[in-house]
C-alpha cells in the first residue's frame, strides 16, 4: 500500500514536471480559477477593510501543486484575470489598474504572487520541504510575505502607521491563516511524493526514506 501511494505520488508530480509551457500554463489557469473560487468564501470584518478569506489557501495548494516559478505565475494569472473582469476578487468585479491599487486589500494580492514564488520553489527545491511540519512553517512564511505586502499597502492607502496597519491587517488573520497552512500542508504531506522527480539538492537523502518505508522495492528514481 505505501509503495503505490507513493508510487502515485511519484507519477503525478513528474507527470506535471515533463509537461510543455502552454499545459503549465493551463495549469496555472486552472489553479488560478480555484483561488477565485475560494475567493468567494469571505467574511467581513467591521473593525478592518481587509475580510477573511478562503484565497490563502487557494495560494497554498496552486503553489505546492505547480512548484517554483509556475505557482506564483498562477497568481500573476488570478490577478490579470480579475482586473480584466473576472469578477473573483474577494467581492469585486473588473475594476483598472488605479482602482485596485486604490482598494486597501490589493497588496495582499501582490503579496500572493510573490508567495508563490516562494512556496513553489521550496517544495521543488529539497525533498525535505514536503513533510508535514515543514509545509507547515514554509505556509507560515509564506503568509509573512502576504502580510508584508498587505501591510504597506494597507498603511500607504488608509495613511496608517505601520503598526496600526499590523493591528488592522495582520493581527485579525493569524490564527485563521495558521489553520488554513495546517489544512493546506496535510493535503501536500498526502500527495507531495518523498523521492525525487527533478533533481531535488536532497535527492541523495531520500532514498534511505523510501528504502525503509517501502524495503527497497520502488525504482522509479529520476
Same mark, same amino acid.
Given at each position: 500500500?505505501?509503495?503505490?501511494?507513493?508510487?502515485?505520488?511519484?507519477? &503525478? $508530480?513528474?507527470? %506535471?514536471e515533463s509537461?510543455g #509551457?502552454?499545459?503549465?500554463?493551463s495549469?496555472?489557469? +486552472?489553479?488560478a480559477? !480555484?483561488?477565485?473560487?475560494?475567493?468567494?468564501?469571505?467574511i467581513?470584518?467591521?473593525?478592518?477593510?481587509?475580510?477573511?478569506?478562503?484565497?490563502v489557501l487557494?495560494v497554498?495548494?496552486g503553489? &505546492? $501543486?505547480?512548484? %517554483?516559478?509556475?505557482?506564483? #505565475?498562477s497568481?500573476?494569472f488570478?490577478?490579470i484575470? +480579475?482586473l480584466?473582469? !473576472?469578477?473573483?476578487?474577494?467581492g469585486w468585479?473588473g475594476?483598472?489598474i488605479?482602482q485596485?491599487?486604490s482598494?486597501?486589500?490589493?497588496?495582499?494580492?501582490i503579496?500572493?504572487?510573490?508567495a508563490?514564488f516562494?512556496?513553489?520553489?521550496?517544495?521543488d527545491?529539497k525533498?525535505k520541504?514536503?513533510f508535514?511540519?515543514?509545509?507547515?512553517?514554509?505556509?507560515?512564511i509564506a503568509s509573512?510575505?502576504?502580510y508584508?505586502?498587505?501591510t504597506?499597502?494597507?498603511?500607504?492607502v488608509l495613511?496608517?502607521s505601520?503598526?496600526q496597519?499590523?493591528?488592522m491587517g495582520v493581527?485579525p488573520f493569524?490564527l485563521?491563516?495558521?489553520?488554513?497552512?495546517v489544512?493546506?500542508?496535510?493535503?501536500?504531506?498526502?500527495?507531495?511524493?518523498k523521492i525525487p522527480y527533478?533533481?531535488?539538492?536532497?535527492?541523495?537523502?531520500?532514498?534511505?526514506?523510501?528504502?525503509i518505508c517501502?524495503?527497497g522495492?520502488f525504482?522509479?528514481?529520476?
Amino acid at each position: 500500500m505505501i509503495s503505490r501511494t507513493m508510487s502515485l505520488q511519484y507519477e &503525478i $508530480f513528474a507527470w %506535471r514536471e515533463s509537461r510543455g #509551457i502552454v499545459s503549465k500554463l493551463s495549469l496555472c489557469f +486552472g489553479m488560478a480559477a !480555484i483561488t477565485g473560487l475560494l475567493a468567494g468564501i469571505r467574511i467581513p470584518l467591521p473593525f478592518t477593510p481587509v475580510p477573511i478569506t478562503g484565497q490563502v489557501l487557494g495560494v497554498f495548494l496552486g503553489s &505546492i $501543486f505547480l512548484g %517554483r516559478f509556475y505557482g506564483g #505565475i498562477s497568481q500573476i494569472f488570478y490577478v490579470i484575470l +480579475g482586473l480584466c473582469g !473576472i469578477p473573483w476578487f474577494a467581492g469585486w468585479k473588473g475594476v483598472s489598474i488605479y482602482q485596485f491599487l486604490s482598494v486597501p486589500s490589493a497588496g495582499y494580492l501582490i503579496g500572493f504572487i510573490f508567495a508563490g514564488f516562494y512556496l513553489g520553489s521550496v517544495v521543488d527545491r529539497k525533498i525535505k520541504n514536503r513533510f508535514f511540519l515543514q509545509q507547515v512553517w514554509a505556509m507560515t512564511i509564506a503568509s509573512l510575505i502576504i502580510y508584508l505586502f498587505g501591510t504597506l499597502h494597507l498603511s500607504i492607502v488608509l495613511k496608517l502607521s505601520f503598526k496600526q496597519a499590523i493591528v488592522m491587517g495582520v493581527l485579525p488573520f493569524i490564527l485563521v491563516d495558521l489553520l488554513k497552512a495546517v489544512v493546506a500542508a496535510s493535503l501536500s504531506y498526502s500527495i507531495l511524493p518523498k523521492i525525487p522527480y527533478n533533481g531535488e539538492l536532497d535527492r541523495d537523502v531520500t532514498q534511505n526514506f523510501s528504502k525503509i518505508c517501502r524495503g527497497g522495492s520502488f525504482d522509479n528514481q529520476g
